[in-house]
Every structure is written in structure tokens, then in C-alpha cells.
């Protein structure tokens, strides 16, 4: 029902975004041993912890600044592939400096890929960039004095992701309050493997306009309304959230709620391949909780409405999603 919809993204992790095939071929390429953390084709872990394990050693078999734009490249064009017209990728610089590239080396090849995408489909896609929480707040407050003193003109956001149980929002609001004050869009996972306190926490310290995930916000009734009349933009992941067992199932996930009580959402994968899902496949699992094609198209005009892009560039992006439809050759629509 949704593959010929336009569709948007503004949560995937770049390194979340490698296929296990990949991930081998890169891991053989250095020499390196991936027998813990691949199996059977597919990434090897049990809860969140060991997830991030996992995204970690994915991470570290990607060495180069050619590397980095190989993996955007590729993952862009697959978006593309299903009719995506804008993607936001999280970035963690401290990935690669974990391998001995430095920050600057790290975008610039992520960039490089971004540009060759572009003009392979014509995708649009901006970098934000990562501070991770399970770092510690000094670390993410470095990331954020790096980004206040750095200017690339496709890295246009800061997030927060990580261990979320690690500390406090508070403890990280200086980072925030440095790249804010610096330009930078801002948004930060909560409510993810925390409760709805989570969510609140950003709020008060952070007052982002997105929250990834933010979906465990239902556990307080305030707060839905809160986050309502705020119009902050929630980044849901519903693949994720069911292999994460925020939820144990579609049927309990609360996307519906949320958006009955007119929170504003958008539909992304945050690491597809691990959670064995795509873009396209999450699309579809909302289609599969009930929402109709104008309800989806609503969300992928709210992915665009909260995207860290100029306006210029909302503009258009907002007039393809408004263009008539077209018809392919069965007389299916194909954009909407
Ligand atoms: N789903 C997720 N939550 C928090 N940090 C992450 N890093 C990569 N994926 C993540
Ligand atoms: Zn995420």
C-alpha cells in the first residue's frame, strides 16, 4: 500500500544503516574478525546493551573517509530506490575517531557520499550530528563546542543518543544549549528506553523541536497534551521499538493514540538492518496498524515541515509532496 508514496526519513544512524553483507566484506577488507557480532547474515544481540555493542564493532570496520562515502551512498540510493525524497542521517563522529579519523575526515566522506547520491537520484539528505550520552556529558559538551566552531553546509542538526538510563537530560544541557545557541537544529532521543519522565526532562532542559522516539511519552496523559500543543515532532521508529521490546508488539505500540491526541509524528527506521526492517518496511507496518494513505502522507509532510534543511530547500521539498499524481503504467498512483 505505501511503496509508491514519496516518503521522508529524519532518524537513521549511519553506521545502523549498514547490511551485514557489508559490514563482512569491510570487516575482511581490514582483517578483522566478525564472527561475534555477525551470523548467519544478520547482527548478533539480545537487548540494548549488547546492541550497542554491536552498532560499536559495525562501526569500527569502517575506516576511511572513501568508506563513509561508500556506506551514505549506498544507503541513500536504496532510500531512494523507494521513492524517498529527503533523509536526516545521525552521525557519530566520535565513531570515527575511535578509528583514527578525524571528525572533519569522517563528514567529509559521509559528505562525499551525500553528493554522489544526490546526483545518482536526486535524494536531499543533511547530517546531524551524534553526541553519545553513554560518553559521558563532558564528551557530548565537546562534541558540541567541536560543532559550534565547525561549519559544513549539509550538517545542520545536534542530537543525543546512547545508553538513555546513563544520567540525566540536565546533566547534558550545556551541549545542547551550545549548539543551539550556534544555529544547529536540535533534537535528542528520550523515551525510548526510559519513561515518559524522560520526555519531560528534555523538555525542560533542552526544549527541542523533535524528540527521537519519545514514544513512551503515553505512559502521562500531561505530557501527550503537552507535547501536543508544543507541535514537537516525534521521530517514531516502529520496527525498532518492537525488536528493542519497548513494545512487545505492533498492536501495543501507541502510534495511534499519540496522533489521536494530535501529537505531530514522522515514520523512520533508526537502524534497519539490525532491526530487520528498511524505510519501506516501516511505512508499511504503519499502514498495517491502520493508518490510510492521507494519514501517511500527512506524516511524511511532517517529517519535511520539521527537517533541518533552509527554507528554500523545505519549499521544494514540500511542493513535490503537493505535485498532482501520477499514474504508472498499471494505473497505480505513484506518488501518492
Ligand atoms: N535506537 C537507538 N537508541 C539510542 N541510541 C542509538 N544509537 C543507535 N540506535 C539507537
Ligand atoms: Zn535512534
Redesign the pocket.
Known amino acids: 500500500m505505501t511503496q509508491n508514496l514519496l516518503k521522508a526519513e529524519l532518524?537513521?544512524?549511519v553506521e545502523?544503516a549498514a547490511p551485514p553483507a557489508l559490514t563482512l566484506a569491510q570487516a575482511e577488507k581490514y582483517g578483522i574478525d566478525s564472527r561475534s557480532f555477525v551470523r548467519n547474515g544478520a547482527y548478533v544481540w539480545t537487548d540494548f546493551t549488547s546492541f550497542i555493542a554491536c552498532y560499536d564493532f559495525v562501526a569500527s570496520v569502517f575506516r576511511t573517509q572513501e568508506d563513509y562515502a561508500d556506506l551514505a551512498e549506498a544507503y541513500l540510493c536504496e532510500l531512494a530506490g523507494v521513492n524517498t525524497i529527503y533523509s536526516e542521517l545521525?552521525v557519530s563522529p566520535d565513531h570515527g575517531e575511535a578509528v583514527g579519523l578525524s571528525a572533519e575526515a569522517y563528514i567529509e566522506g559521509l559528505a562525499e557520499g551525500i553528493a554522489r547520491a544526490k546526483e545518482k537520484t536526486g535524494i536531499e539528505c543533511r547530517m546531524v550530528i551524534i553526541g553519545e550520552r553513554h560518553l559521558g556529558p563532558d564528551n557530548v559538551l565537546r562534541r558540541a563546542k567541536w560543532l559550534a566552531n565547525y561549519s559544513h553546509p549539509l550538517v545542520t542538526g545536534f542530537?543525543m543518543?546512547g545508553e538513555e538510563r546513563m544520567n540525566r537530560v540536565v546533566d547534558y544541557a550545556p551541549a545542547f544549549q551550545i549548539a543551539k545557541g550556534a544555529g544547529y537544529g536540535i533534537t535528542i532521543?528520550a523515551g525510548?528506553l526510559c519513561g515518559a519522565f524522560s520526555v519531560t526532562d528534555a523538555l525542560d532542559h533542552v526544549a527541542p523541536s523533535r524528540i527521537?522516539?519519545g514514544v513512551r511519552s503515553i505512559e502521562d496523559a500531561d505530557l501527550v497534551k503537552r507535547l501536543a500543543d508544543l507541535g514537537t515532532v516525534l521521530?517514531v521508529?516502529p520496527a525498532?521499538n518492537i525488536a528493542l521490546q519497548v513494545f512487545p508488539d505492533h498492536d501495543s505500540h501507541p502510534l495511534r493514540q499519540l496522533t489521536d491526541a494530535g501529537v505531530r509524528v514522522c515514520i523512520?527506521s533508526?537502524?534497519p538492518p539490525f532491526f530487520h526492517t528498511s524505510l519501506a518496511q516501516d511505512y508499511e507496518i504503519v499502514a498495517n496498524m491502520g493508518f490510510d494513505r492521507s494519514e501517511i502522507n500527512a506524516m511524511t509532510r511532517t517529517a519535511i515541515e520539521a527537517a533541518f534543511v533552509d527554507e528554500a530547500t523545505r519549499s521544494r521539498l514540500l511542493l513535490r509532496l503537493d505535485e498532482p499524481t501520477r499514474q504508472d503504467a498499471s494505473g497505480d498512483d505513484l506518488v501518492k
Do not use: L, Q, R, T
Open positions: 532518524h537513521c544512524h545502523g545521525f542530537n543518543a532521543h525510548e527521537g522516539h521521530e521508529c525498532s523512520n533508526d537502524d
